[in-house]
């Protein structure tokens, strides 16, 4: 069984820009750091076409999947060594999402690495978006797998060990994709003025995550929206815009 201190984002197996962002894990981290994306500043994008490079790359097939950045965002700060709409390969992806495993026990990160691993994880890409009233940030990130089942499985991993800790709150649904979308919110603070969710989906051979920080109350709708309108773009890239 896995631990429960398990870092927040870990269970969703986000990769490490995500991963480090956040900052909040079970047994209660250290949070300070999560103010510094306020002083994050971008260029606003503005209402050009979807090729405008402030919308988001898509000179790859998987950016082209990343939703667009949409009416009343940015792109937001960079995911560590990804940037804020970046790609790696297969072998890069695998390294980084085994790189989450750090902290775990022994037998839970080989666990853990030994489920990465069967994944057989074909690439990954990020894009991060910020609200222009920078009250809302997140962090999209799109792993395609070799074969839907591995997908499938892996999704149901996720919740379950969500449901396992069994202190995170249930999050929004997400419209139109409730059997292929789960959301959760981090256990209630107090002390913080800062709230973060995390919503893990799945779409043919892709697997989907979604980590979100804001102001609290997190904006929880927009959210979900911002997944719900991601999934649909993965149906109709070409149309969804």
């Known amino acids: 069984m896995l631990l429960t201190a398990l870092p927040f984002v870990l269970v969703l197996g986000a990769v490490g820009g995500a991963a480090a962002y956040t900052k909040v894990t079970v047994d209660g981290a250290d949070r300070t750091v ?12 503005d209402k050009d076409p979807a090729g405008d490079i402030a919308r988001g790359r898509s000179d790859t097939e998987l950016s082209k999947l990343l939703l667009p950045v949409p009416e009343g965002y940015r792109l937001g700060p960079d995911d560590g060594e990804y940037g804020n709409d970046g790609e790696v390969g297969g072998k890069q992806a695998v390294a980084a999402m085994k790189e989450s495993s750090h902290g775990l026990a022994g037998k839970d990160a080989r666990e853990y690495e030994k ?9 990954l890409a990020v894009r991060s978006y910020v609200a222009q009233g ?4 997140v962090h999209a990130e799109i792993v395609r797998m070799k074969d839907k089942g591995a997908v499938r499985n892996f999704y149901t991993f996720q919740t379950e060990l969500f449901d ?5 709150r249930d999050g929004p649904k997400v419209k139109g994709h409730t059997s292929k979308a789960t959301c959760y919110l981090q256990p209630k603070d107090s002390d913080s003025d800062i709230e973060d969710m995390v919503c893990a989906a799945y779409d043919g051979e892709l697997s989907i995550t979604y980590v979100a920080t ?8 927009a959210v979900a929206e911002l997944l719900k309108d991601q999934l649909d773009h993965i149906t109709s890239p070409g149309e969804y815009i």
């Open 34 to 45: 999560e103010t510094t994306f306020w002083k994050v500043s971008a260029p606003e994008s």
């Open 115 to 123: 489920r990465i691993d069967k994944l057989r994880v074909q690439g």
């Open 134 to 137: 920078n009250e809302l940030e």
């Open 164 to 168: 396992l800790v069994g202190i995170f």
């Open 214 to 221: 804001g102001t609290k109350p997190v904006d929880k709708a």
